[in-house]
């Protein structure tokens, strides 16, 4: 401090064009600064403390200045505009995990499945806070850089800039861990083993040195060549989506929603929430879909050509169709391959349970729901949830015996979500002509 330093920067800048970052680290370290063991006031005070999270640790600046050298903000602004970028934002159990895989059919695509996992673990970012998944009262405040949504912003531009080596190894973890990923095999003998499987290894980034180099490599390699990246994640509000459009520019959000009622009680079934004692606080997870809603609401005007909002009780009631559309509007090819995989994991009768997939007709997996909650606790969340509901144009069902009628559609009225399109006559489903009447409407929600 006040050693000419300004002075001799600006010197540097004389001969040629210069990017120039001047003291980026009072973001991390305020008007004090790190020494090898703690972090001291630069009054020359006996005030010193131990460094705080990963950004004050000595990887987490190397980090830092990696990122910076390399420009990682500025790392779209030339990129290739053949290369697809999509975000998938979504909540637990709303059926994100089919339809990103449904999104990987026409054409080799790099899919990361919840990277986020190694920053939150089984929490989610809100505007300020972390929260838990299992909606209880249980928030706290963002720790560290990566949870900041600077940091959040920085992991998606590496991502989906193929930067693997820049990642914390929390994240670089899920790749190992998921074995929806993109490299998942290759990446399992990568980590050291008894690495923690949530997310205290990712602060521990002293693990990242023990992670074999060639992982990297293959890693990049597989993400450079391929023409789609794709991110899934229930982990990021879309509170941050303003931030996340302007800096990727050719990238495309698409918003995934369900009826809460579904979502709520998949949770159940997986004995994620309890819904038998007591009170449950439904309206935290319908608040937080509320105010997602009103931010895609303000950024329509804007990015209106790169934001999807869809409805995964469309998706199911009329997966052909809203598949064919959702394609279109990420300008990817619908093709046979396409329609093969709806075929085979939408609308068959074999049902076949994966880890994070249910494949079959997945019409009647999504709403088996209907056939099982309880009817006190369909009151309970109506009322919790009525606002969006409406929003959703979701029905409320009368008594048990219009629940129990799958007949009756949850959606209050289906031409909600219809658009007029003519559906492709060149591709057929085998075996499920019947599926594929000639229509001329597309079930869908925007």
């Known amino acids: 401090m006040r050693s000419g330093s300004s002075m001799t920067s ?56 990696e990122g910076l050298f ?16 999509i975000l998938l934002m979504s909540y637990m159990r709303s059926g994100s995990s089919m339809t990103s895989e449904l999104l990987q059919q026409s054409e080799y695509t790099f899919f990361m499945f919840e990277p986020f996992w190694g920053v939150y673990g089984s929490a989610h970012r809100r505007p300020n806070v972390v929260c838990a998944q299992d909606l209880s009262n249980s928030c706290k ?52 083993t008894g690495v923690q499987k949530y997310p205290g290894s990712f602060y521990r980034a002293i693990l990242k040195s023990k992670v074999k180099p060639v992982c990297f490599d293959i890693l990049e390699d597989m993400c450079q060549r391929a023409k789609v990246r794709l991110i899934k994640t229930i982990r990021l509000p879309m509170s941050f989506a303003r931030n996340i459009l302007e800096r990727i520019p050719n ?14 009680h998949s949770r159940a ?3 994620y929430v309890k819904l038998k004692h007591g009170s449950y606080p439904f309206e935290r997870l319908c608040g937080w879909i509320d105010d997602d809603l009103e931010e895609i609401k303000q950024l329509i005007p804007r990015f209106s050509e790169r934001i999807i909002l869809i409805l995964y009780d469309c998706l199911v009631l009329n997966p052909f169709q809203i598949s064919e559309l959702l394609y279109e509007y990420l300008n990817l090819e619908f093709n046979q391959n396409v329609v093969d995989w709806i075929t085979s994991h939408m609308v068959s009768h074999l049902i076949v349970e994966e880890e994070f997939v249910k494949a079959g007709n997945s019409l009647n997996i999504s709403r088996s729901w209907r056939s099982t909650i309880g009817f006190d606790t369909l009151r309970m969340i109506d009322r919790a ?21 799958i007949t009756n559609s949850n959606l209050i009225d289906i031409k909600r979500c219809l658009i007029e399109k003519k559906i492709s006559k060149r591709l057929r489903p085998p075996q499920a002509a019947e599926t594929l009447k000639q229509v001329s409407k597309y079930t869908y929600y925007r």
Request: charged content about 20%; some cysteine; aromatic content about 12%.
């Open 10 to 65: 600006e010197l540097l800048q004389q001969s040629e064009f210069t990017f120039f970052m001047f003291e980026p680290f009072w973001g991390v370290y305020g008007s004090a600064h790190r020494r090898p063991n703690v972090v001291c006031a630069q009054d020359l005070s006996n005030t010193c403390k131990n460094p705080e999270g990963f950004d004050q640790s000595e990887q987490g600046n190397l980090m830092l200045l």
């Open 70 to 85: 390399n420009c990682p903000f500025q790392a779209f602004a030339n990129r290739n505009s053949a290369v697809k970028f």
């Open 141 to 192: 405040n963002p720790s560290g850089f990566y949870q900041s949504e600077q940091g959040n912003l920085m992991l998606l531009e590496d991502l989906f800039n193929c930067r693997f080596k820049h990642l914390p190894i929390g994240v670089l973890e899920s790749f190992a861990v998921f074995y929806p990923n993109t490299g998942y095999n290759a990446s399992r003998s990568c980590f050291p």
């Open 251 to 264: 990238l495309n959000l698409v918003h995934l929603l369900r009826d809460p009622r579904g979502m709520i």
């Open 269 to 271: 079934v997986i004995n």
């Open 385 to 405: 949830c009525e606002t969006v509901h409406k929003k959703l144009g979701l029905r409320r069902f009368e008594n048990v015996q219009d629940l129990r009628n």
